[in-house]
């Protein structure tokens, strides 16, 4: 099992957002999470992703832990798009960064500085990262925006690649991806109950 969580509850900002949130995710697998703006979706990644705590329930995740490709793309703007990736690869404790640049479609980019590629090259980079972070499990907020239809393609096609070599990916996205290895589900049935107006708050005791 790659990812599994129990009765999972988040907030955003002290507000409770999700609750009771349980799912598990098999090797070979994508898991496509849907709702709609505000449901929740990147505030369940940051979770698993460890960069905030859940109020409640547990995460059990590989003992390498996962990749996350968040909506930022984390790029130092003053270095060349050869030399983030490096940084990265370097951090992840990765050989060769060229078969993640020719993957997606960076080669021909990897001297130009990160602050003059487009948002679309820069999306790219972003999700190039992935294949020099050495984890089986990715979690993916939104990993299609920026792109064109052939980089969506190229991201596709990385992806497929992964899934198939035993890896898995938890992904929130709008949009129809089409991969068969993939199921679907809507984080409306998990929304947090809002409190009652003038209820009793006991920390307040």
Known sequence: MMLELVDISVARGGVPVLEGVTLTLGA?????????????KTTMLRTI???????????VLPPEGAAYAAHADGLKATLTVAENLRFWADIFGAGD????LAAMALAPLR???AQNLSAGQK?????????????????????????????????????????????????????SLGLREAEEID?????????????????FA
């Open 187 to 203: 984080l409306g049935a998990f929304r947090a109950t809002a409190p009652r107006a003038g209820a009793f708050d006991g920390a």
């Open 123 to 175: 999306r790219r980079l972003g999700l190039a990262r992935l294949l020099v972070a050495q984890r089986r499990l990715w979690l993916l907020d939104e990993p299609t925006v920026s792109l064109d239809a052939a980089s969506v393609a190229l991201f596709l096609q990385v992806l497929s690649g992964h899934l198939q070599q035993g890896g898995a990916a938890l992904i929130a996205t709008h949009i």
């Open 97 to 100: 960064i060229g078969p993640a």
């Open 49 to 59: 992703a460890g960069l905030q705590p859940p109020v409640s329930g547990r995460i």
């Open 28 to 40: 070979g697998r994508a898991l496509i999470i849907r709702g709609p703006n505000g449901a929740g």
């Open 111 to 113: 001297d130009r500085m």
